[in-house]
C-alpha cells in the first residue's frame, strides 16, 4: 500500500470481510505498537502482523496543484515581469509581502497577528473582533506552503522538471554541439534553424546520426510528444518501464505554471539602495521576464515559431536551473535534508562489526571502552549518589576508567545489564547504525539489538 496510511488508506474499497477490515482500522487510526516499549526513545512506526505499510512520493500535477492553491486561499498568480522597484512593491509579484515578513521589513512580523482578512492586524489587537469580516485578531503563524505561480498561456507549455530528468535519461545523450557535451532532450527541444548562402532554412536532421527530431523546438516536440517516446522505445527497449512511467502520468510531463516558493526561504535585503539576494530570486526574474514574452501576441514578431522556441528553451533551462540549485541545497550529506531530520546521539561509539556464532540475532557484546563512553552519565551519576563524592570527583574516576579497566567501573555497568533484566529485558537497548543511514539495513538494524553481560 502507498501513501500516507492516516489520509489515503481506505480499508473499506479492499476488504470485504469485517474483521480484516477492524484490525485494519486500529492501525489505520494511529493505534501503534512502540517499538522501544521499554526505552527512553520515543519512536513509533505502524506496525501490523499481516500488513506492510510502504510510503511513496509523487510527481505533483502543477496545473491542478494551481487550481486548488487558487481556490484553498493558499496562492496568486504571478504579476507579469516589471522593473525590480515595481516589483518589490507588486502585493502579486516575486518578492509579494503575501509571503510573510521579516527583519528588513519596516514593521517586522506585524502581520503575525491578524484576522481572517487581513484589515486588522498587531499584537496590540489579538482578540479583537474585525469589522470587516467578524473574525477575531489572532496569532499566525508562517505559511510555507504558500506559492505564487508564474502562468504560461496556452498553446504553450514547458516540461516538467522531475520528468525533464527522466526524459533526459530516456532519450541519451546526443551530438556535441561547438565542442559543449549535450543531450539528445536538449537537441531536441532547442530549435535549429541555419540559413543557407540565399537565406533559406536548411534541414539538418539528415546530417545528425540517431537523432530524427534533432532541432524541431519546444513546441513541436510538445506536439509530436507522443510520436517521439514511441520512436525511442523502440530503439532503447531497455527503458521499458521509464517509459510506462512517463506515460502512465502523460498530463504531468507538460505543465503550464511554474510555482514560486515563499520568499522566506530565498532572502532579500536592501540596504542603503542597494538589494542582495540569494542566487534563486534571480533566476525567478528571469524566469517571469521569459514567460512574460512568451505570453505577447501583440505583433508579428512576437507570433514568430522561431522566436518563440527560442524564448520557451530559455525559460525551461533557467527552470531547470532552479531545479538544480534546489536539489544541491536539499541532498548530500550538508543537505537541508540531512539537517533538519538528521543528527547524531550524544553519547555515541564506533565499534568495528565483527561476526559472532555465539549471539542471538538480537545480540551484540560491546566492548569495555565503548559501554564507559555511552554509559557515562549514568555511571557519573551511580558514582555520585552511592560514594557521596562530588560530579567533578566523579568525573576523574570515569575519565580514568577509561584509560584503564576499572573493577569498580565494571560493577557498575554489570549493574545497570542486570537491572535491565530485571524488567525483562535481555540487555541494554541499544541503536546499531551501519553507514550510509539512509540504507535499508540501517533501519533494521537499530530495532533494538540488546547487549550481553560480557563487557571485556
Known sequence: MVGDFNNDFNPAIIFEDEDERDKVDNYATGKFKSIFE??????????????????????IDFDKEVEKDLRIGKGFLVSPFQS????LKDPDGIFSYRFGQSLSDVNQYMDRYKCRCGALKHRINHGLKCPICGTRCEFVDD??????????????????????KKLESMFGKGV?????????????????????????????????????????GMIDFHERFDEIMEYYIKTRPNKKEMYDDIM??????????????????????????????????????M???????????RTRIDKNKKVKNQKLYKLQ????????????????????????MGGRYNLSSRNVI??????????????????????????????????????????QIWYKAIIEPDEQIKGIINSIIQNYRKKGLPGIPVIINRNPTIGYGSDICSLGPVILQRIA
Open 354 to 395: 565483527v561476526q559472532n556464532p555465539d549471539l542471538r540475532i538480537d545480540q551484540v557484546t560491546l566492548p569495555y571502552v565503548a559501554l564507559v563512553i555511552m554509559l557515562e552519565q549514568r555511571i557519573k551519576n551511580i558514582l555520585h549518589r552511592m560514594y557521596n563524592i562530588s560530579f567533578a570527583e566523579a568525573h
Open 143 to 164: 505559511d510555507f506552503e504558500y506559492f505564487g505561480w508564474m502562468r504560461i498561456e496556452e498553446p504553450y507549455a514547458i516540461i516538467h522538471p522531475a520528468y525533464y
Open 248 to 285: 502512465a502520468n502523460r498530463e504531468k510531463v507538460f505543465t503550464h505554471h511554474i510555482p514560486v516558493f515563499s520568499t522566506l526561504m530565498r532572502a532579500t535585503d536592501i540596504k542603503d539602495s542597494v538589494m542582495s539576494y540569494e542566487p534563486t530570486n534571480a533566476m525567478y526574474m
Open 176 to 216: 556535441s554541439i561547438n565542442g559543449i557535451k549535450r543531450t539528445k532532450l536538449e537537441n531536441i527541444i532547442e530549435v535549429d534553424d541555419k540559413k543557407d548562402i540565399d537565406g533559406h532554412s536548411t534541414d539538418q536532421t539528415s546530417n545528425v546520426k540517431n537523432e530524427p527530431f534533432f532541432g524541431i
Open 38 to 59: 521499554d526505552s527512553p526513545i520515543n519512536s513509533h512506526y505502524p506496525f501490523s502482523d499481516e500488513f506492510d505499510y510502504e510510503t511513496g512520493i509523487e510527481t
Open 317 to 340: 533551462m533557467k527552470y531547470i536551473e532552479l531545479y538544480d540549485e534546489l536539489a544541491a541545497g536539499l541532498s548530500g550529506k550538508k543537505g537541508d535534508f540531512r539537517c533538519l
Open 287 to 297: 524566469m517571469n521576464k521569459l514567460r512574460t514574452s512568451i505570453n505577447k501576441n
Open 84 to 87: 525590480i522597484k515595481k516589483d
